[in-house]
């Protein structure tokens, strides 16, 4: 038995010492933004000495190292992890990867790392295609590359039409290329193909991935090509445009796509499929959302050549349109040969036809042209009739020409009949009596109300309830309702206390050009738009509208169900104006796509405009100025909080002479905030305040603000915010003018690049004040910053709190303080200077020049490394230094790491 006993512990012995080995035959390589090391040998650890400076030093350093390769003379897995930052350059694109094991990475899901292909002449982020030099492929290469937790952004192909490129290429004609991606992000990026472009049978898995704002001639975010197969889990397609076919996805030659927990939104194609187009393809798709897709030819997904769909619980939200029809469009618009579709969705239509074949005209068709002919000779006697009324009234309701389906509305009508509204002649005096009219349809063929020139008043305009009904409201841009004395709600899009709801249930309300004046909901806590219900298919769409002279509440859309976000809140072209809600937001919702565009802010007090939490928001495209809150309580023009699996997106924006106790934009624990291309200008008022959130600003001016205590981009701790290609011009605070965190207890990640900070003022950190944060400065100018006060400190940056920044390549310039005119550095802070870090023309109170830091001992002191003079902060010739307290510190680190030898031996013990 013994002998039985010892073979079994000698197989498991063999076993643990083949799985460690197997284990310890692979490499990692780090690589950090602060680094500068591209030598061969980079990469042994993380910090900015040892670890790569960018991902083909990485790869050089694999493929140098004498442990890169096997026995067998086969490469061993090779995994890269890169530390936060935005990483910029040829050396972080065009990687080829072939019959290799590769995995690029990030070191904490919490960690944001960028890869930001602008002006590198890239080709690609990754191919996995066969280098010629290589020879021919062997049906035993095998290539695997999974990617986790990147955010690759700004590709760009000159010729979008002709040059054969996407982010990331897998086409080969190996046995086996499988590519993986788990919590990538790709935006603003622009190829022929989509940003991974597969082909010869490769195998590609994606999960929580997100495609936004992408552009290529066909497929934005996948073109898959000869057999390959795709396994989608949690994956968002958002805002991506095609300018042929397949605005998120373009399929071909007998690919195989299994998609599920995925949404299509906002995407469009100049052709065919504005989310999915394919060509002899099979498709299952379970748990898809559709929302808001436009081509010319199917809005949502174009099939061809003997496809195949298979659908489980597939839901349509929004207008999926053909624009071609200008019409909702159908799930499925068959082309060309024949498509098998089969499977559940919340709509029917799936590629429609006509029942009859064969050559020559059907009896259907030859009946229905017959009666055609004589419906047509009685229409165009009706048409001829009717005209002269028609034009009579053109005025009065706006020159719209409306077809069947409508009901009238005119203040200055005299009928009071149940069945008003059927005509312009015999139009109802108000809403109350049109909704009667409109809910009475059984058949719910009526939906939509036209309302005539005028002033509509009383509570017979007001208080209208309903539900499970998609209603359109036409006014002609004089059109207004004076809504004093209405109280709680204009509309109240909540089912009654007696109404059955279902899962199903699909209530819309849009209105088109209508003023609305001197509401007050404020005593009754209400809202001019408003719902709070389980049914998660609730939609407000208001175009070119007026708000004037509200008191409380505009829109209140509450999902209360709190699962999914199917709804939606959409202004677009209106006009917000004295609006005070200083207790409760303007415009609140929780858990629904909001979407504000082309709308105009001004002359309004309150704590939040426009507050979004747990759904998703755009904010695109609008003008900001002249608000003045007086709520003294922390608030802002735009805020999100808890966004964590929807985009939080603020774009190209104007924000202009605001006074505000807070913020233009307020990111609370929310991830994918993308402020881009905005203008913050003229105010007293921070411009982003950062909490437990991602951010990254890009090519956004802050110029002539004053900042409440801290400076334009704040963060309060547990923020990881990148600034790219942004410009902090003349403004002014008490701390850091442009950039500033604060010693809460968490930690902040900053990244800025491409950036530049000219005349800024504040009493400590004149532009930059940052307490225990972590921070990377790459190609920055700072210059003419001024610390001003009695005591002030830091001209340029003030640094303190356990603080870790990293300066490559960065000028500092004619910055002036009373001590430390470029940086003050404290508080057991460390200092990294890759190349390129100078400065001149830094002055303190007398006059004179100062070193590039000054460091205090005050507080613990500053250590400083890397490419600066000797001397400043006590720095030795090839050395680092602390200014302060060094001796004991070094004794107190040895006695530590002698304490735990002792302990691990005593254990072993």
């Known amino acids: 038995m013994k002998s039985y006993i ?13 799985a460690v080995s197997q284990q310890s035959q692979s490499q990692t390589i780090y690589v950090n933004i602060a680094s500068t090391n591209t030598s061969q040998t980079c990469g042994s650890d993380n910090t900015p000495i040892n670890a790569c400076a960018d991902l083909t030093s990485a790869f050089a350093a694999f493929v140098g190292s004498n442990t890169s390769v096997d026995s067998n003379g086969t490469y061993v897995p090779l995994t890269i992890i890169m530390s936060p930052g935005t990483y910029t350059g040829d050396r972080n694109a065009n990687l080829t990867i072939y019959n290799q094991t590769v995995t690029i990475t990030t070191a904490s899901t919490t960690d944001n790392v960028t890869i930001d292909l602008t002006n590198n002449n890239a080709l690609y982020f990754i191919s996995t295609d066969l280098p010629e030099s290589l020879g021919n492929v062997s049906l035993t290469d095998k290539t695997v590359v999974t990617l986790k937790g990147l955010n690759v952004v700004n590709f760009f192909t000159p010729n979008v039409q002709t040059t054969d490129t996407g982010v990331i290429i897998s086409a080969n004609s190996s046995a086996s290329t499988v590519l993986t991606l788990e919590s990538y992000i790709t935006l603003n990026t622009v190829s022929k193909y989509g940003q991974i472009y597969a082909t010869d049978a490769s195998i590609v898995y994606l999960s929580n991935t997100t495609f936004v704002s992408n552009i290529a001639a066909n497929g934005t975010s996948i073109s898959s090509l000869s057999g390959s197969t795709f396994y989608i889990a949690d994956v968002m397609f958002w805002s991506n445009i ?57 809005g949502m997904v174009s099939c061809t050549n003997a496809s195949t769909i298979l659908f489980d619980k597939v839901i349509t939200n929004g207008l999926n349109n053909d624009t071609s029809t200008n019409k909702t469009s159908h799930i499925v618009v068959c082309g060309l040969g024949e498509c098998t579709v089969d499977g559940t969705s919340n709509t029917g239509g799936t590629c429609p036809s006509d029942d009859d074949s064969g050559n020559g005209l059907s009896n259907k068709v030859i009946a229905a042209i017959t009666v055609g002919v004589v419906a047509g000779v009685a229409v165009l006697g009706c048409v001829i009739f009717v005209f002269y009324k028609r034009r009579k009234n053109q005025l009065k309701y706006g020159g719209v020409c409306l077809a069947g389906g409508t009901v ?38 009526l939906t939509s109300i036209f309302v005539a020139s005028g002033t509509y008043t009383g509570v017979a305009n007001g208080n209208i309830q309903f539900y499970n009904r998609s209603v359109t409201i036409y ?17 109240n899009l909540a089912p009654s206390s007696d109404s059955m709801i279902t899962e199903n249930d699909n209530t819309e309300l849009t209105i ?26 609730v939609t407000i769409n208001i175009h070119n509208s007026n708000f004037t002279n509200i008191t409380g509440s505009i829109a209140y859309i509450n999902n209360v169900e709190g699962f999914t976000m199917l709804g939606s809140v959409n202004f677009d072209g209106c006009i917000f104006t004295n609006v005070t809600s200083t207790t409760q937001p303007a415009i609140q919702t929780f858990l629904v796509q909001t979407t504000i565009i082309y709308c105009t802010f001004t ?24 608000n003045n809150f007086t709520n003294l309580s922390v608030g802002a023009l735009i805020c999100g909080t808890y966004i964590r699996s929807y985009p939080f997106v603020v774009t190209s924006n104007i924000f202009d002479n605001n006074q505000l106790y807070g913020s233009a934009i307020l990111s609370y624990t929310s991830l994918m905030v993308s402020i881009k291309n905005n203008v913050f200008s003229n105010s ?70 491409s950036s530049n900070f000219i005349n800024n003022t504040a009493v400590n950190g004149g532009a930059i004040y940052m307490g225990q944060t972590v921070a990377t400065l790459l190609n920055v100018v700072l210059n003419q910053n001024k610390a001003s006060g009695g005591a002030s400190t830091g001209g340029a940056i003030y640094i303190y709190q356990k603080s870790d920044i990293s300066f490559i390549n960065v000028t500092l310039n004619n910055n002036v303080a009373i001590s430390a005119p470029s940086i003050y550095c404290d508080g057991n802070s460390r200092l990294f200077f890759g190349e390129n870090v100078n400065g001149t023309g830094n002055v303190d109170h007398n006059n004179q020049q100062s070193p590039l830091v000054v460091c205090d001992g005050v507080d613990g002191g500053c250590s400083v490394s890397g490419d600066i003079e000797d001397g400043v902060c006590g720095k030795e010739s090839g050395s680092s230094a602390h200014n302060s307290n060094s001796g004991t510190n070094t004794i107190a680190s040895m006695m530590g790491t002698l304490i735990s030898v002792i302990t691990i031996v005593a254990r072993l013990a």
């Open 6 to 18: 010892s073979l079994f512990i000698l197989f498991i012995s063999t076993l643990i010492i083949v």
């Open 242 to 298: 095609a300018r042929d076919s397949g605005g998120a996805i373009y399929a071909t030659d007998q690919s195989v796509f299994h998609i599920n927990n995925t949404d299509f939104e906002y995407n469009k194609a100049a052709n065919n499929g504005g989310a999915i187009f394919m060509s002899a393809c099979a498709f299952t798709m379970s748990n898809v959302t559709f929302n808001t897709n436009t081509a010319n030819n199917g």
């Open 408 to 445: 009238y509305v005119d203040q200055s009508s005299t009928n009071t009949d149940a069945t008003c509204g059927s005509s312009e002649e015999d139009a109802c005096q108000d809403l109350e009596s049109a909704f009667a009219v409109l809910m009475a349809d059984a058949d719910t063929s």
């Open 475 to 491: 006014g002609n841009g004089e059109t207004v309702f004076d809504m004093t004395g209405v109280t709680p709600y204009f509309f």
């Open 512 to 537: 088109n050009e209508i003023t609305i004046i001197n509401f007050d909901g404020s005593l009754t806590n209400g809202s001019l738009f408003y719902s709070y219900s389980e049914s998660v298919y």
């Open 603 to 626: 002359q309004n007090d309150a704590r939040y405009l426009i507050y979004v939490s747990f759904g998703a928001l755009t904010v695109t495209k609008n003008v900001f100025t002249n």
């Open 684 to 753: 007293q008022s921070n411009a982003v305040i950062c909490g437990s959130s991602d951010i990254t600003i890009n090519n956004c001016t802050f110029t002539n603000n004053t900042g409440n205590t801290y400076g334009q981009v704040h963060s309060t701790g547990y923020c990881n915010v990148d600034v790219l290609s942004s410009n902090f011009t003349s403004n002014s605070a008490q701390n850091g003018a442009a950039i500033s965190s604060l010693p809460t207890g968490a930690s902040t990640t900053i990244s800025a690049s």
